[in-house]
């Protein structure tokens, strides 16, 4: 049986490694908390593989069925019976997943900074973020309570907002961890308010007992269907509601418009943060919730399924127009996150049916590997040439072969060539989107050579092109020299693309389809050959397109660009949807909620409050005339006063 | 047997002390030495309580004590807590000491500024641990005073017009409570027309529901001034603004709950069925004072008047879980009086260490502090994060307490208000980051800024104490919940009473 | 009606008082106020005169009265003409306008 206490060691040893840092190693260790950050990690790492192996194959099956097992649980804050926020620890086939990727990437990531912000002065906070971030990541999938998800949900929330922040006194960087965290707060008050809802009418706020209450006919779910607001029953409200939570933390369209922002944080933390792990809580968050979503309620479903395959063709069509590597990378991010969730969106619940479910999580596991090591390749590249600009590269082939090969690999796998990792990924999610939905599958299809284009059009402008001159030559005499000798990082920086590049070749054998299903039941698939001709082909031609218009430097693209000149352009302003935020939040609620609040304060409110006190002073402006100052004033009042006290004696009639 | 009229004696005494005193260090640390030891008696009485309570004593208020004070009208020294009015308690004392600490290097009328301070808190205390709405009105009347004078004297602005505003609107508040107090006192009868100011005897004998209709309204608006209730809450921006650091503190940490706690502890409790009538009302006007504040907010350039005026928001929490009337929302609304007045109080402390070393607390002018004075930049952060309700923080736990509870109640209006009030927590976050990117991170905007020291020992402590507690609450809530939630369901007993009375 | 009666001396004692009224009321020397003065308690003792003759002839109460009003008017004046030279010093005048600061 499992240990409980070593798996909670999981994410606790993060955390006790960030407090660590940040009380004690930041003033005194400054220089070992790499290390130490490091090594704990390790040891996570070390520990959730070996949950890992126990729970696939020793403990996890029961009867070929794989179990939700709940480590540990303790109840946190109670609210009243049986509703309560538990603080506990779910394992099943996507969590277990889950920490194995969380840890190692992280770790990676570890060790990559350890050369990567070498010369930075605050590298013991950067240690101290990564590991709360680890944490908050680590408690996220493990969460046996919805509540305990949105916990943990804001807590990567505010860790990402930290570590995109990092380089606190550059105003862009400012501005873009405050853009991430207020817009992915934006879509939690959604997850919150569909918390709120499928808690009040399921009376739990536990995943399991909410999803078998929601699964099985009852009066749960009868009572929760019956229930209506605006033409859609409130399981649907509550469902869609927690998928804009979802969508918001995973970039999806229109809730996508921080994470290009957010590469101004150091390229590690966007390989770990915005590449593999937290983007894709969303995606875990459906996943999490799949059997309701599709057995109760395949409304919601068809919106995941919709919102995901838009998301994805728009980014990729993005991607191919931006210019900064780091974005470019964050729309592909984006659009393989369409991916998953589109494949959750066109899967069914259990049996051959479930194989988009399967495929999605496929896809999550085979993209944080080979999309951590496309932003680690391009940290390398920055780190290297000090500019994000596809202009200031090219020809970096010769001075960083290491970085070139892996970077190359990575895009392979992306580009979903057999037999990288990303191949095996993407042809189940189009199967599976080719059995339940055709119109999803032609769009899937031609993102997919969308893809390979782009990532081939990074992949040249990079390495290939026009010769490498140094831009910091004209700056910095002697640092050029120094860092001529120096093309790539340490080895540090190495090692982590190294196995990366590795994993990106094998990860695809991984046999998923026995491992992480919809209901725990391996699931059978048969690989097509004649299926995955067509994807390969598209996926071909795009690379062949971009090998045209980018291997050497020419005028094509130019050309091209010129010949889709409106659209192009609208591509590369990002089809506007920074201004359009810009405006709705500046000029909309700003001037007509944010003013006249403000206003009515000041004048109305405040104003109410003023004019009873000015009213009392004109009151007694008008009466303090009487007291002059003056004597005989005051004995003119006091003699009438007398003569009137007379007057009234004598001729009042008692 | 523990005493609680220690409570009141040790800071009257401290205050006493401190007017014998010869210098300025003397008079701190006479003050520092008298708040701690009240500190340290506060927890000694919740760690007593604790035990009574788990040796199985059920009466509802533990370590009463009870003098005729006046026999002819039946008032009386009464005192006794139950948790609400420990947690009440503790909260006062955190917010004394680290009020104390940060206000060490006053110079001006240094006697008098202490001497005030700690006659403030006396009122709290007195207020929180009286079981008798005579005396309760007595410590309230206390408590307002000095802080016309902390205005008044040592404040900073339009002081004089802040202060004149915040103790006429804090008077009429009072006064409409001690109206409401004598009506409730002249309906009461506990046999031979005598009447009682009793609070638990007239919970237990229910007021005619006329009456109460009439009642509710006085003391529910009453201390609604104190707790900023729209729209009364006008007080609160130019008062907090004006108001030295350590004042600023008190008024938003202890004085502002106060009124919290009346409208539950005397209103409500009370007046169940009345409370149950005007439920909606005080629904709408939280919902209002939450959205309405935090979009007044969104506009405000000087660092206090932003987190006065996000206070208003918050003491709108309370508030909204009051009149929700359910069990969870009431104990978020106690959940959310102790974490506002700890975070607040932070957040205030943290913007008078910033003001005293930059001399500005305009946003625009402000910038890049993390850089120069990373301890406050942090602390100010720290705040920041807690007010936006960050999880791991108590401002987390007390929201979601009172969203949970509110979303219990089924009315489709309830269920909008909900709605709004959640939706707040968005805005929040803007203003939120907003001043913190401009102020504290981005690049320095004033050379002299370089020159800036960091915090000393004694506002590093009052920043940890206040952290330590915020943590407290945020990381394990299930201590606080377990303090308060029996004397919660007490209270709810009584409105449930009123529900099927109705 | 050729006795000199009650009558006559109240009208006199009245015109005396309402002739100190007046002086009081519009002089604006404080001397001559106080002379004012002076003229209203006369008029009174007057009538305490007049009425302990024709009333009360046999008894002293009004007589005695007269005095104790005399006396005390004498301390009067005195703790008057006091204030008067001390506001003096202050305003270098005597006119009762120019002693306000009692205003508002």
Known sequence: MLDSTYIALIPVIPAISFLLIALVGRRYFPKLCGIAGTLSLLVSFLLSSVVACQYFFEVGKVEGVYQKIIAMKQVWLQFAPGVSIDMGILLDPISVMMIVIVTFISLMVHIYSLGYMKEDTRISTYYSFLSLFTFSMLGLVLSTNIFQIYIFWELVGVSSFLLIGFYYDKPSAVAASKKAFIVTRFADLGFLIGILILSYYTETLDFRTLIARLTTDGSYLSSIISASFIGC???????????????????????????????EGPTPVSALIHAATMVVAGVYLVARLFPVFSISCPEALNVVAYIGIFSSLFAAVIACTQTDIKRVLAYSTMSQIGFMMFALGVSGYGGEKGLGYMASMFHLFTHAIFKALLFLGAGAVIHYVHSNEMNDMGGLRKNMPVTHITFLLACLAIAGIPPFAGFFSKEEILLAAWNSNKFIFYVAIITAALTAFYMFRLYFSIFWNKEFKPAHVNDNGVKETSSHKNHEGG????????????????AGFVPFNRLVTSDGVELNTEFHLSFSIAPVLLAIAGITIATIFYRKQNNLPQKFS????????????????????????????????????????????????????????????????????????????????????????????? | MTNLTLLIVIPLLTALAVLFCSDAKQIRWTAFLGSIIQLVYSSAILYSYTMERIAGNTSQMLFESRHTWYRALNIEYYVGVDGISIAMILLTALVVVSGILISWKMEILTKEFFFLLLLLSVGAYGFFISLDLFTLFFFL?????????????????KKEYSAMKLALMLMAGSALVLVGILATYFNTDIGGGVHTFDILKIAHQPISINVQQFVFPLLFVGFGVFTALFPFHTWAPDGHSSAPTAASMFLAGISMKLGGYGCLRVATYLMPEAAQHYSWIIVLLATIAIIYGAFATLMQKDLKYINAYSSVSHCGFVLLGIGMLTKTAIIGAVMQMVSHGLMTALFFGAIGMI????????????????????????????????????????????????????????????????????????????????????????????????????????????????????LSIGIAPFWFTDLISADTQLIMENIVRGITNK | MNEIG????????????????????????????????????????????AFNKYIYSGKLDGLFFTLFITAIAAAEAAVAIAIIINLYRNYKSIDINDADSMKY
Request: net charge positive; glycine share 8%.
């Open chain 2, 141 to 157: 009347e206390i408590a307002v005073i000095p802080k016309f004078l902390l205005i008044g004297i040592w404040g900073s602005g």
């Open chain 2, 355 to 470: 003001y005293e070393r930059t001399h500005t607390r305009q946003v625009e002018q402000l910038g890049g502090l993390l850089k120069v004075i990373p301890f406050l930049g942090v602390v100010y952060v720290i705040a920041g994060l807690c007010s936006l309700g960050l999880p791991g923080f108590s401002g987390f736990v007390a929201e979601m307490t009172v969203f949970i509870g509110s979303w219990q109640h089924p009315g489709m209006f309830n269920r909008i208000a909900t709605l709004l009030a959640c939706a707040s927590i968005v805005v929040t976050a803007v203003y939120i980051l907003r001043a913190a990117g401009k102020a504290v991170m981005g690049p320095i905007t004033d050379e002299h800024y370089l020159q800036l020291k960091d915090a000393t020992w004694n506002e590093k402590l009052a920043s940890v104490l206040l952290i330590m507690a915020i």
């Open chain 1, 562 to 654: 010129n010949s889709l000149n409106g659209f192009y352009t609208a591509a590369y302003k990002k089809f506007y949807m920074d201004e359009l935020y810009l405006f709705i939040t500046k000029k909309i609620i700003f001037n007509c909620v944010g003013k006249p609040a403000a206003w009515i304060d000041k004048y109305i409110v405040d104003g109410a409050i003023n004019g009873i006190a000015g009213i009392t002073a004109i009151f007694s402006d008008l009466i303090k005339i009487v007291q002059s100052g003056k004597l005989q004033d005051y004995a003119i009042y006091f003699i009438s006063g007398v003569i009137g006290l007379v007057v009234l004696v004598i001729y009042w009639k008692f």
């Open chain 1, 491 to 506: 080895i540090s920086m190495l090692f982590p693309l190294i196995i990366l590049a590795i994993l990106s070749v094998i």
């Open chain 3, 6 to 49: 009650l009558t006559h001396i109240l009208v006199i004692s009245t015109l005396l008082f309402f002739i100190g009224v007046y002086g009081f009321l519009t002089r604006r020397n404080m001397i001559i106020m106080l002379m004012a003065i002076e003229l209203i308690l006369n008029s009174v003792n007057i009538n305490f005169v």
């Open chain 1, 233 to 263: 029953s409130a399981l649907t409200w509550g469902l869609i509601l927690v998928f804009i939570g979802g969508a918001g933390k995973s970039a999806m369209f229109p809730l996508h418009i921080w994470l290009p922002d957010a590469m």
